[in-house]
Every structure is written in structure tokens, then in C-alpha cells.
T-cell receptor, first 116, second 115 residues
């Protein structure tokens, strides 16, 4: 049973380009979360999706960032017109049920985005 | 404001020694507290999850304690190994309506175990 798979592991973009980060949750998991981690900082929540629906996007910047989790295929975090401040590690996590109680989240290895 | 503070920021110990990491939180309403281990370049991996009523929970050489009255938790690592070198993250779950923001992450303690 493969864990949470993220790709690419490393992504380099020039300012103004688009970045697309992919996340395949664990088999059977329908809840997906995206987090951003800056150096020396804790993980910061961005968005929570459940198959085809955005449940909570309160942590995601209003502009340039979008996320989807289609019925088929991986979840995608898209960053348009990237700026240097977008450089960070982006982690995806998944769970079987909503993150209440003692529900475990399983994390992917992350995508390191570098904006030149 | 919901916050999770960890100390120390970093720690260096010799292989075979014990160590204790601290976590203080101001999260309300409290649901549970989790400790994660994050190896360099990897995602966090769950070590323990404790609810309000649990004072201690062990996972091999890792033992977590929780004092819900003082809002403090500790992670004790016994007989450390080189593979314990990682960042240890305290995460507190708040019982919020917006499920996605329910997990509040600390910045982590970076542990280095040397031979």
C-alpha cells in the first residue's frame, strides 16, 4: 500500500511562470490537505479538499493559488505567476476521515519549489 | 490566538543518551495533541496522538506526556540512536468547525544525535 505520493520532488520556476504540484493520497483516502513550510518555520495550513470539493481554503492566498481534487487523478496545487516568496516546501497529507478526534494524517515527502 | 511553542529550538546529544523535548500550547477548544518526527527532506510521520484524558503514551523508545491543566506536553526519547536525528514537531488539534485549520503546528525541535 503506497503512501502519499507527491511529485515532482523538486521544482524550479522563474518568476512569472506557473507551478503545478501533484499529490496522490493513500489508497482509499478521500481527504487531502496542503501545507506550506518555510525554513525554520512550522507547517502552515493552506487548503483542505475532499473529492471534488474544497472544504476549507482559509489558509490559501486569495490570488494566484488554487487547488483541486478531481474525481479521478491526483490533487493539484497550482501557483500562477510565481514570485520568489513562493519558494518553500509544499507538503500534502491525506486521511481516511475528516481530521477530527484522533484521525491520523499521512504526509507525502513534499515538493521543494524554488523560484529564481 | 491558537499557538504551539516548542523548546529547545535545537538539541545535540550523544548516542545512547536520553533527552526530553517540550511543547506548550494555547489552543482552545482542545481536542488532541500529536507528536510527529520529520526527517530532513521528508514529510512528518506520526509518533503519538493523545486526547485530553491521556497522561502518557509510548511508541517504542518514544514516550509522550500530556498535562492538560498546564497545557504542556513533553516527548522523551530513551537510549537515543543516530537515526533519531530529525525535527520533532508538536501538533495540537483544536475542535473547530473548519476542519482544515484544526491542526496547529509548532516549529519543531531539531535533534542531532552524534556518535
Amino acid at each position: 500500500n503506497a503512501g502519499v505520493m507527491q511529485n515532482p520532488r523538486h521544482l524550479v520556476r522563474r518568476r512569472g511562470q506557473e507551478a503545478r504540484l501533484r499529490c496522490s493520497p493513500m489508497k482509499g483516502h478521500s481527504h487531502v490537505y496542503w501545507y506550506r513550510q518555510l525554513p525554520e518555520e512550522g507547517l502552515k495550513f493552506m487548503v483542505y479538499l475532499q473529492k471534488e470539493n474544497i472544504i476549507d481554503e482559509s489558509g490559501m492566498p486569495k490570488e494566484r493559488f488554487s487547488a483541486e481534487f478531481p474525481k479521478e487523478g491526483p490533487s493539484i496545487l497550482r501557483i500562477q505567476q510565481v514570485v520568489r516568496g513562493d519558494s518553500a516546501a509544499y507538503f500534502c497529507a491525506s486521511s481516511l476521515r475528516p481530521p477530527q478526534g484522533q484521525e491520523k494524517l499521512f504526509f507525502g515527502s513534499g515538493t521543494q519549489l524554488s523560484v529564481l | 490566538k491558537n499557538q504551539v511553542e516548542q523548546s529547545p529550538q535545537s538539541l545535540i546529544i550523544l548516542e545512547g543518551k536520553n533527552c526530553t523535548l517540550q511543547c506548550n500550547y494555547t489552543v482552545s477548544p482542545f481536542s488532541n495533541l500529536r507528536w510527529y518526527k520529520q526527517d530532513t527532506g521528508r514529510g512528518p510521520v506520526s509518533l503519538t496522538i493523545m486526547t485530553f484524558s491521556e497522561n502518557t503514551k509510548s511508541n517504542g523508545r518514544y514516550t509522550a506526556t500530556l498535562d492538560a491543566d498546564t497545557k504542556q506536553s513533553s516527548l522523551h526519547i530513551t537510549a537515543s540512536q543516530l537515526s533519531d536525528s530529525a525535527s520533532y514537531i508538536c501538533v495540537v488539534s483544536a475542535d473547530l468547525r473548519q476542519a482544515g485549520t484544526a491542526l496547529i503546528f509548532g516549529k519543531g525541535t531539531t535533534l542531532s544525535v552524534s556518535s
